[in-house]
DNA sequence: CTGAAAGCGCTAACAG
DNA sequence: CTGTTAGCGCTTTCAG
């Protein structure tokens, strides 16, 4: 195996040296000679230095959990990509661990990060957790994203799910709507997102959603469920605002199914805009936001947080775009 | 920080002691009382052993790497899913990358991994590599998933393409097609595939396919290309075999965009099964094998791997599986 | 500008 | 059955 001793005999210097020289520490204190020979050295024997080596010694290990529920949300593609993106640049390897949901196995990912001694945490929390989670949480830094667990004052990046849930519930209401299910996913902000949703329809002179229904997970299935359980809560609802893009495709698949059409039926708004809003037979209006930015502010963060400079949270704001299935309804 | 030497103090043993009831080394070779004693301990004060230390001692991290092309191909959380269950129980750690289609990050990926000294790679290639990579390659434990590179000789989990190339294009000339195009990628065992559909065409007493395309990547928009491509190329096809099930939705997609019906106009079959041929307005025919499986199994052959156990290949037979957009077709 | 020496937390001979 | 000792590959004082 190649090591720095080795590398240090071949080039004639200390192992010192040739470890000075690779981490730049004490700039311009190793002579530009000796520097350069080490360098033709190392990239000759294509030596690289052994990361569980300096993490046991530097009590570093360049590496962070990414700890999410699932990964068939359809914007995990985009949000990972971001992390990736900014990781490689800080040259962070990324373990990955999911959650499935199920809270006990979150709180033991949390034990082993302790033990892998991981430089920090990126997570995006899932509707339950245990309780002793918080302690094991207080031990390492962690960033949160696109959730809010609320049980800890962790450092976040988010979305203003007040403004977004007020943009879906407003464009619904100027599209002649008065009858408007909502499917909630309590932990993804879920109270400022109604907060929104009720902004808009006070403005609008209305005291109340007409059916109102909670989803586990956010995902397509979850959205024909939800569906069904909406129109059993008042038949005579024109419109969804869904938790999701995912949801609300699935909402339009169960719509559809029952013979009703999208949107001169029921319009139907998502969440995320996510590729999955495109793909459909029907196009899904949306609140958009840049899931690859997510990503990339939430790595900036937790590089941050690992160097102990000062960080805020992030929140984006995100915008209503309009596509078929919310569009020509009641006004046609 | 917790160390074992602490937890020694603290049971008022040796450093060696704690360690052997930790790993169970020489069972039987501590005493019940002093192995309790330890564990109480250990348990009392929440510790776990640093998993970058052992890895320094023992030449072994417990980690090993993911290399994918994308997560966005609506398959990955079931492969992935699969992989991260069979990891679990053997306390396999995941770090993963993704290439983004970039084999010269591919490569430097490899090279990183090395230094990270991770006991495995679980590695699923993308059509195009650097000549390099061979050699990089060599020095790893290395398990190839769903692809074949054929750049070298590594122990493989993968699907038997040809016979899922003859059962989808046998079904399509089954309901009376005669002219078929084709889309293909070049990396997923094309050959194979291909081969599988020309035993289909010859059994049936066809020369040829009417059009034949090539695509990069397998995802929804290549889909929606390739479509157009091959109504260029013979505008009478009245079936297409996708290259997964993505492609599927992109073709199917874009044929409804143009006012073709599907199956009616022309039937189309995926590949793999994933949840988007469930999802969409026309349900995919495909041909499926189960994702979760496959990571299962690569997971398997990677402990095996790594323990120098004899490995042999995996490969599953897929089936078909009829749904909407392949049914009704010519026979109507 | 460079090197010698100590030690990160752990495990594996080797002795008792 | 248990402890002592050495050392994995690296970085970091400290001393030239």
Redesign the pocket.
């Known amino acids: 195996?190649l090591?720095?001793?080795k590398v240090a005999e071949l080039a004639?210097?200390?192992?010192?040296?040739v470890?000075?020289v690779?981490?730049n520490?004490?700039r311009?204190?190793?002579?530009?000679?000796?520097?350069q020979r080490v360098l033709r050295i190392v990239e000759e024997v294509g030596y690289r230095?052994?990361v569980p080596?300096?993490a046991?010694?530097?009590?570093r290990t360049y590496q962070y959990g990414l700890v999410i529920p699932s990964l068939a949300f359809s914007y995990m593609p985009e949000v990972v990509q971001g992390l990736q993106l900014v990781a490689a640049q800080y040259d962070y390897a990324c373990l990955l661990y999911i959650t499935q949901e199920d809270s006990s196995y979150e709180l033991e990912i949390f034990r082993v990060l302790n033990s892998l001694h991981v430089d920090g945490v990126v997570w995006m929390p899932q509707p339950h957790h245990e309780p002793n989670l918080v302690q094991a949480l207080s031990q390492k830094k962690v960033v949160e994203i696109l959730n809010r667990s609320g049980i800890a004052n962790l450092p976040s990046v988010t979305i203003d799910q007040e403004l977004g849930g007020y943009l879906a519930a407003k464009h619904l209401l100027d599209m002649g709507h008065r009858r408007i299910g909502a499917i909630l996913h309590p932990g993804i902000h879920w109270k400022q997102r109604f907060a929104g949703y009720h902004r808009a329809l006070r403005e609008a002179g209305q005291e109340n959603l007409s059916a109102l229904v909670y989803t586990d997970m956010v995902l397509w299935q979850n959205g024909i469920t939800a569906f069904h359980e909406l129109y059993q809560q008042d038949p005579g609802i024109t419109a969804i605002l869904a938790a999701s893009d995912d949801v609300a495709a699935g909402v339009i698949y169960a719509a559809r199914h029952q013979g009703l059409c999208v949107p001169d039926d029921v319009a139907v708004i998502g969440f995320g805009d996510n590729p999955i809003s495109r793909q459909g037979e029907v196009s899904i209006s949306t609140i958009r936001h840049s899931k690859r930015e997510v990503g990339e502010q939430a790595m900036r963060l937790l590089v941050a947080l690992i160097n102990n400079e000062e960080v805020k949270d992030i929140v984006f704001r995100p915008k209503l775009i309009v596509r078929q299935s919310s569009s020509n309804s009641l006004k046609k």
């Not at 004639?12 to 040296?17: E, F, H, K, L, W």
């Open positions: 195996m090591t720095l001793k004639g210097v200390s192992t010192t040296t470890s000075r690779l981490n520490t004490y311009n204190k190793v002579s530009e000679a000796t520097r230095s052994s080596a300096r046991l010694r530097q009590k």
